[in-house]
């Protein structure tokens, strides 16, 4: 991100609405994943979408720092977003087959393999940053592998399984999960967590630079400070979870995310802001995970209902970086995230949508 403000000379609010291309790509695909899935299958659609980011990523990095041409920088942050959607509910359909044929809680510890991507990314992203290399060729040497090892990991996905369906067509499956009280409430609670994890993503090493006055390498550091809190958070979080259950783990993620992003913003130091960012890594690390996890309690409507509450919380990413970049022109980047702060209280209150959904038994095997 760094980078990008920089070789284009954007400002907070166009940098926001040059992000916003990636959210618009997202909410393109999402309506359409659960019919995706339900045709072509998981594996599949995993497959597919793996070619839109990683061809999006290498034209965006091209358009941002070569060209120096922010719509063609655009057009890959949109092919990045419209193959990120797919694969995103496609993978977590699948997680939640296996966490169901399991019989505990999983769902946490597969998004914590994402968190050790960003891990991965941040301890390349680091001595990039510091040496100042292109991020075209960075991009290139990760992205390449990465395309073989999704291509080599769907190999090994179990066929969702097909559940007696109920009369009614796909469409009208996908058209009721839109009325569900409480598909839309648990949509409500990961969008207020998606939006405390991507504002991390996007403005975090941004508002360390401009708050703190650090170097690029110490924002880049700070963002893979929250990343490997958020992954203890989701290796360790299924512990709690089946021993406390959802919502109480939930509330206290919503406290911990309130709290960690008001020391981070309010620290005035940097050792400070940095306890606050293992808080508020910890706090966003269940939110998304356990609402993919409500969202397909009910096997036979799944792939519908994940599309339905990613769709949701996707639009965190669509509203959430032009907001804040705009709010960061005025009040400042790092005092712009308090805004995220405020998004822990209607969690709070959505969070009892997440309590298991008992369904009846009628899967064949």
Known sequence: MPDIRSALDLTNSQLGLLLLAASAGSLIMLPFSGRLIERFGAANVVRGGAVGVTAGLVVAALGATVVEWAPLAALGMLSQGMGMSTWDV???VE????ERRLGRTIMPRFHAAWSMG???GGALGIPMA????????????????????????????LPVQTHAPEPATSGERRSSAWREPRTLLIGLMVLAFAAVEGSANDWLSLGLIDGYDVPHWVGVAGFSLFVIAMT?????????????????????????????????VYGSHLGVAAVGIVIWGIGASLGFPVGMSAAADDPRRAAARVSVVSTIGYGAF????????????????LQALLVVAALMVPAAFSVLAARPQRVPVDVAG
Request: glycine share 14%; aromatic share 6%; proline share 7%.
């Open 318 to 333: 669509l509203i959430g970086p032009p907001f804040l970049g705009a709010i960061g022109d005025r009040i400042g980047t």
């Open 118 to 120: 960003s891990i991965a």
């Open 95 to 98: 997680g939640a087959e296996v």
């Open 90 to 92: 496609a993978m977590n």
């Open 130 to 157: 510091a040496l100042g290399v292109a991020p075209v060729i960075h991009l290139l040497v990760v992205c390449v592998p990465a395309y073989v090892g999704v291509l080599a990991a769907c190999r090994a996905f």
């Open 232 to 264: 203890s958070g989701r290796l360790f979080g299924p512990i709690a979870l089946d021993r406390f259950g959802r919502a109480p783990v939930l509330w206290a993620c919503t406290g911990a995310g309130l709290v960690g992003v008001l020391l981070t």
